[in-house]
């Protein structure tokens, strides 16, 4: 049986929601099953930086 995802919480600060994020995994609050690509083509470059921390992966693990 699947389990209903969790509410995301509202954030006062964009650090509050990294601390948040950064102890949880995303898949405990979405249901990644229903995912769908998603284009964006008049998406312009950006003068700002993003960063994506992403978990190392484990030996013998393989990538999709």
Do not use: C, H, I
């Amino acid at each position: 049986m699947k389990r209903k995802p969790g509410k995301v919480p509202e954030f006062k600060s964009e650090s509050a929601e990294r601390r948040f994020w950064s102890t949880r995994d995303s898949g405990d609050y979405l249901d990644w099953s229903a995912a769908q690509p998603v284009r964006l083509p008049r998406l312009k470059p950006s003068t700002e930086t993003n960063s994506l921390r992403l978990p190392k992966q484990q030996p013998g693990a393989r990538s999709g």
